[in-house]
């Protein structure tokens, strides 16, 4: 799908995900989140406990689903919601994203995602995972289902540096990450790799190596997520005696465009800052106004009069 940046439309400086989705399906395309109750391997002890050290209860899954409602319940729960803020002429992307959502037996795995594919209006999936829970004989099965739908499994990476990744109780290494990555690209699938900025002890040379990596690798996608600091959360226990600081928005924003120049031009950019709980976040409390941040961004490329892959 051909694009040029800014883009002609919109004036966006970047290859934006929505814009890419209603290109591709002819209508606004969003995604609906759904919780399937999986749990994840650093919580029930197969690779630790606790999970990372900044996930919530929920298990990075605040905005999805009941799992105490069946799928079919949490769909048309979201589709309502979707309806009255964009209508009906909506096309949607069932969204498995609480914890991992590969780690279950195969057979449990393709009743789910069957059962989501199967909802009207939908025309793909995508799912969200850790790149040390996906099996041969998954990968083999989503390789066959990106064949029938438009398919984005999400894999959560953070950050290259596995001296951080330690810290925050990631419990994979990089070169896990790359193998599940590879797993997956081989098999025609596209990812979306998540990363975030602001992690315990990172330099802002650090984040722009873990970019400027990610960006080789050929990824469909890239998901720009900000710490946030959360209550009761282990990450909230070293924040508050002030063992490392929350970024401040300025700095976010520079950091940001920084990293977008460095990130080839065909990357979809589905997310550049993060929804932080509200009743329960502690810091960076600018990170609510999300319309702020990312007009932000926008005023940094123009004033910089750059574009994605300015750097590439």
């Not at 605040?62 to 979201?78: N, V």
């Not at 040379?205 to 946030?228: A, P, W």
Request: proline share 5%; hydrophobic share 35%.
């Amino acid at each position: 799908m051909k694009f040029t940046l800014p883009d002609p439309e919109t004036g966006k400086r970047y290859n934006q995900m929505g814009d890419y989705l209603k290109k591709r399906f002819g209508a606004k395309t969003v995604k609906i989140s759904l919780n399937g109750g999986f749990t994840c391997p650093n919580i029930d002890g197969t690779k630790g406990t606790g999970g990372c050290i900044y996930c919530s209860a929920s298990g990075s899954g605040d905005f999805a689903g009941s799992p105490l409602l069946s799928i079919p319940e949490q769909f048309s729960e979201g589709k309502k919601l979707l309806e009255a803020k964009w209508g009906k002429d909506v096309r949607y992307i069932p969204y498995f994203q609480a914890n991992t959502n590969t780690y279950a037996p195969l057979p449990r795995l393709k009743a789910l995602f069957e059962e989501a594919l199967s909802f009207e209006n939908v025309v793909g999936l995508a799912i969200s995972t850790r790149p040390d829970c996906i099996s041969p004989e998954t990968a083999d099965y989503l390789g066959e289902l990106s064949k029938r739908t438009y398919l984005s499994v999400e894999l959560g990476l953070q950050t290259v540096h596995d001296v951080t990744a330690e810290k925050i109780n990631r419990c994979h290494t990089y070169e896990d990450f790359l193998r599940g990555f590879h797993m997956l690209k081989d098999r025609g699938i596209n990812v979306c790799v998540h990363i975030i900025n602001g992690l315990p002890g990172e330099t802002r040379e650090m984040m722009l190596e873990t970019v400027r990596r990610v960006g080789e690798l050929g990824i469909h996608g890239i998901k720009i997520h900000l710490l946030h600091i959360i209550e009761g959360t282990p990450l909230a226990e070293q924040y508050q005696p002030g063992e490392f600081r929350a970024m401040e928005l300025e700095e976010y924003i520079e950091l940001v465009c920084d990293q977008l120049e460095l990130l080839p031009t065909d990357v979809l950019i589905e997310r550049l800052t993060g929804d932080g709980a509200w009743k329960s976040l502690i810091a960076p409390l600018w990170s609510r106004d999300k319309r702020a941040v990312l007009n932000g961004i926008d005023k940094e490329l123009r004033r910089r009069s750059t574009i994605q892959g300015q750097r590439a």
